[in-house]
Structure formats: structure tokens, C-alpha cells
């Protein structure tokens, strides 16, 4: 089991880029897919997009547009990019190992929360 | 409004059984991608509890169990006890190259 650290800041103004990394320890982050999923304030999971360790990615097609998944193995993160950001952006942001690209999330880190407002 | 639909809510006695349905389209759990089940206590990420449709990962009791037919997929909870109230999603995957989630269900103990 692997452990994921959500690094940030928690607060953004809107029309700005949201900038998120993820840690990984424990385990490596070769040969896995890497997933961020987001959950806003008292409501339920959404999928943002994951990336595979050789760099290669695939996003929500309703995010696709704002959306940067990056990967850096030497410092085993990963890092997500939202740009125009709206008060609709704001939820707790996970990181999860992503078995299968897309497939299922076995490991969660334990999240951060951004807000994005004024 | 989510992909999945779920019950916002279900409920049961300790010792009982009971079950959340998640159903979806033709081109998500019809199309044949399998489901997968989460649990999330408030304040805490969400945990993988069934994959596959009806694979527990290890440590999951077998008190916990996932089966799918056709558009929908279910999962069952039996000999019900007052550690597993908290909110159950599932998740699957549509034919346009994207992950989806259930609405979420609030499972109470009474």
C-alpha cells in the first residue's frame, strides 16, 4: 500500500490556475496509472484525469479544456493544472493510485481542500 | 447529476441486510465495464471496497458483497453493524473514454 500526499495551496482566486502535487512514498510510481479526483463540499466524486507514468494522460471530457496532468518519476509527484477556475472548482482534491487507467482506485491520499474565491 | 444513479439513502438494524443499487446506461455498466464500490467515512477519503463487480481487496470483511446483471450492479451489506454507516459510491467507466461515479448513498444504522 502506497502512501499519497496532496501538497497545495488552498486557496485560489477565481479566473486563476488551481496548481496541485502529488507525493507518493512507499511504493513506486512506475507502471501504475495515477489518477486526481475531486469532491465538492457535501457532495459526491468526480473524475478529473489520470496519467501514466511514462506521461501519457486521458481527462474528463467536461474538464478537458482547463485540465494538466504531469508526471516527474525522479520525484515521484504528480501534478494537476486547472485553469479558469470558478467557485464550481471548489472540493476536496485527491490523488489515487489508478489500477487499469481509468479502472479502479485502490489507494487515496487523504486530500486537500481548495477554495476558490476573492 | 451524476452518471450512476443511486439511492440517496438507505437504511437498516443492526444484523440486517441490506442493498445499494447503482444503474447505468448502455454505454457505462450495459456497455460491459465493470463496477467498482467505495466507502467514505465524513472527513476521510473514500476506500476501495468491492472491484470488479464482486472482488473484495484483502481486509474487507466478507460481510461485503457486489454483483451486476445487464445495466446495474448492486451492493450488499449483511449482519449490519453500527462501523459501516457512512456514504457508498460506485464507479464504472462510460465508452466515451471517461470514469464515473454514483451519486453516493448515505447508509444509516439505526
Known amino acids: 500500500q502506497v502512501q499519497l500526499q496532496e501538497s497545495g495551496p488552498g486557496l485560489v482566486k477565481p479566473s486563476e490556475t488551481l496548481s496541485l502535487t502529488c507525493t507518493v512514498s512507499?511504493?513506486?510510481?512506475?507502471?501504475?496509472?495515477w489518477s486526481w479526483i475531486r469532491q465538492p463540499p457535501g457532495k459526491g466524486l468526480e473524475w478529473i484525469g489520470y496519467i501514466y507514468y511514462s506521461g501519457s494522460a486521458n481527462y474528463n471530457p467536461s474538464l478537458k479544456s482547463r485540465v494538466t496532468i504531469s508526471v516527474d518519476t525522479s520525484k515521484k509527484q504528480i501534478s494537476l493544472k486547472l485553469s479558469s477556475v470558478t467557485a464550481a472548482d471548489t472540493a476536496m482534491y485527491y490523488c489515487?493510485?489508478?489500477?487499469?487507467?481509468?479502472?479502479?482506485?485502490?489507494?487515496w491520499g487523504q486530500g486537500t481542500l481548495v477554495t476558490v474565491s476573492s | 447529476q451524476s452518471v450512476l444513479t443511486q439511492p440517496p439513502s438507505v437504511s437498516g438494524a443492526p444484523g440486517q441486510r441490506v442493498t445499494i443499487s447503482c444503474t447505468g446506461g448502455s454505454s457505462k455498466i450495459g456497455a460491459g465495464h465493470d463496477v467498482h464500490w467505495y466507502q467514505q467515512f465524513p472527513g476521510t477519503a473514500p476506500k476501495l471496497l468491492i472491484y470488479?463487480?464482486?472482488n473484495r481487496p484483502s481486509g474487507v470483511p466478507d460481510r461485503f458483497s457486489g454483483s451486476k446483471s445487464g445495466t446495474s450492479a448492486s451492493l450488499a451489506i449483511t449482519g449490519l453493524q453500527a462501523e459501516d454507516e457512512a456514504h457508498y459510491y460506485c464507479?464504472?467507466?462510460?465508452?466515451?473514454?471517461?470514469?464515473?461515479f454514483g451519486g453516493g448513498t448515505k447508509l444509516t444504522v439505526l
Open positions: 489515487a493510485r489508478d489500477i487499469g487507467g481509468g479502472y479502479y482506485f485502490d489507494d
Open positions: 470488479a463487480n464482486s
Open positions: 464507479q464504472s467507466y462510460d465508452s466515451s473514454l471517461s470514469v464515473v
Open positions: 512507499g511504493g513506486s510510481i512506475s507502471s501504475y496509472y
